[in-house]
């Protein structure tokens, strides 16, 4: 996200050396330095993108797990960890607030990670077995995963986990093959989650004009402007302590953009958050080839959310092996969560269920294209910091 003032003034110097050289003023290069603007995804905050997802026994599967997509880069998740066994908790500690009040993409969120968990599982010769919500009287106990021993069943998706990533920048605007689409959709196997597609006109469009209305309503609503800005991460130090949240090196912009825009000093709310809506309008819907849903038939079941996370991931990952950029875009359904939520008049609930099959409810959205650049990664915390002691 790149506020008014930065893009001014690259509109103002131009593109390529001129952007760099239009900042190129004693403090700002210091800052360049200060900052690592230069050494994307580098430091202590980015080590486990590196930590060996193969040979470390039961804790590989944690380190696979970090990695999994998730709400605003959070990182809900913590783990108990034995020879045998694995239990999956939910932090909610680390919730998004009025953006998520619901829990719903803390739940996606940890069935993201519950996937990544289970294909690294069978990659090294383990057996995941899955129970969700195995404690009646702890409702942050997710799942509980038993390791038995098996022969090692590789997946393609298992050699994705340390190579996905988020893809914020403009797509291409080459058009997925429906072939391809129906492929994607052939992932779920679980009747509890499905996936459809929104690739042609009205739908597509409609679709479009409802996240830029809600990305507005979400920057006019003071408790869920505050709430998203609350984990925006602009300063080198604070991203290496703090090891999550949202970055501008991982925002999708162009290497002269975002080079001169990390070189600034850092901008306040308004600025940022004026600079997600034009993002979400001008590069993210206006260059999908297709919007997903992930749905489901409960939108407040437990089990279905993670079931629809554990799909996402898996529909992520086989993107990351065809040369295909994913990224969510939840905006219009966390307006729908913030509705039911306070007792506000349904409109975007009244919207999503107009473009979602009926009978289920859309608890996952995203984009899906070709990409135009190498996505930078996000900080995350190592699975030694997400075990409990015993």
Not at 332 to 354: H, K, T, V, W
Request: net charge neutral.
């Amino acid at each position: 996200m790149v506020s008014s003032s930065r893009r001014e003034l690259l509109k103002r110097a131009g593109a390529g050396a001129l952007a760099v050289a239009a900042i190129g003023g004693g403090g700002v290069v210091w800052r360049l330095v200060q900052q690592s603007v230069l050494q994307p995804g580098a430091g202590e905050a980015y080590a486990a993108w590196d930590a060996d997802i193969a040979g470390g026994g039961t804790l590989s599967l944690v380190r696979a797990a970090v990695l999994a997509a998730n709400a605003h880069d959070t990182q809900p998740w913590f783990f108990d960890v034995t020879d045998r066994r694995i239990d999956l908790f939910a932090d909610r500690a680390r919730n998004i607030g009025s953006l998520d009040p619901l829990h719903r993409e803390m739940e996606v969120s940890l069935g993201c990670a519950l996937e990544n968990l289970v294909i690294t599982g069978r990659a090294i010769g383990l057996a995941p077995v899955v129970a969700l919500l195995p404690d009646r009287v702890d409702p942050d106990h997710i799942a509980r995963i038993d390791l038995g021993a098996s022969t090692n069943a590789t997946s393609p998706l298992f050699g994705a986990i340390p190579r996905r990533r988020t893809d914020r920048s403009a797509y291409s605007g080459r058009a997925v093959a429906p072939a391809v689409l129906a492929a994607l959709s052939q992932m779920a196997d679980d009747a509890k989650a499905q996936l459809v597609w929104l690739e042609t006109d009205p739908a597509k469009s409609r679709f479009g004009e409802l996240t830029v209305q809600a990305t507005t309503a979400i920057i006019a609503d003071p408790q869920q402007a505050r709430d998203d800005f609350l984990w925006y991460r602009q300063d080198w130090v604070e991203i290496q302590r703090e090891r999550d949240g949202i970055t501008l090196d991982a925002a999708g912009l162009a290497e002269p953009v975002r080079i001169a825009a990390r070189a600034l000093p850092a901008e306040d709310r308004a600025a940022l958050q004026s600079g997600w809506l034009d993002a979400t309008r001008t590069r993210r819907v206006a260059t999908a080839a297709a919007f997903g849903l992930v749905i489901v038939r409960d939108r407040l079941s437990t089990p279905d959310r993670v079931s629809a996370g554990r799909l996402f991931q898996r529909v992520h990952l086989s993107a990351a092996t065809s040369d295909l950029a994913i990224q969510p875009l939840n905006q219009l359904i966390e307006r729908a969560d913030r509705e039911l939520s306070a007792g506000l008049a349904p409109y975007f609930s009244d919207a999503l269920a107009g473009i979602t099959p009926q009978g289920w409810a859309a608890v996952m959205a995203f984009r899906i294209g070709y990409p135009t650049s190498v996505p930078n990664r996000s900080p995350r915390r190592l699975a030694e910091q997400v075990i409990r002691a015993a």
